[in-house]
């Protein structure tokens, strides 16, 4: 069975710090691009970080580029999400997100936020106070 289980969200002032992390199991960590998105209320869900199966290729949204920093660790099968300097803007919930094919790239993953024959956690909130 999939599971893929975000953690680490909360509520930080602006420009403060929080690492978010994902847990996967049942399916080859190590094979598949990930991600994590983003959605708040009443918008659409937007790409906040992708990276490759073994992380050395990653791409970033334009908000956040310079900021988050996305990492793996594929022995742990877990997925980071550094966040620095954090804004009101960045408050929403957090998704993770697998590829569920070896040949969907990280760029692809990230270029279609919308596309949901991926596996997805659950979500974690993260709350940005100005």
């Known amino acids: 069975q999939v599971q893929v289980v975000e953690s680490g969200g909360g509520v930080v002032q602006a420009g403060g710090s929080l690492r978010l992390s994902c847990t996967a199991s049942g399916f080859n960590f190590d094979d598949f691009a990930m991600g994590w998105f983003r959605q708040i209320p009443g918008k659409k869900r937007e790409a906040v970080a992708c990276?490759?199966?073994?992380?050395?290729?990653?791409f970033y949204g334009d908000s956040v580029q310079g900021r988050f920093t996305i990492s793996r660790d594929n022995a742990k099968k877990t997925l980071y999400l550094q966040m620095n300097n954090l804004k009101p803007e960045d408050t929403a919930e957090y998704y993770c997100a697998a590829s569920r094919d070896v040949l969907r790239t990280a760029y692809k993953l990230c270029s279609e936020p919308l596309y949901e024959d991926n596996y997805w956690g659950q979500g974690t909130q993260v709350t940005v106070s100005a």
């Open positions: 990276t490759s199966w073994n992380g050395a290729n990653s």
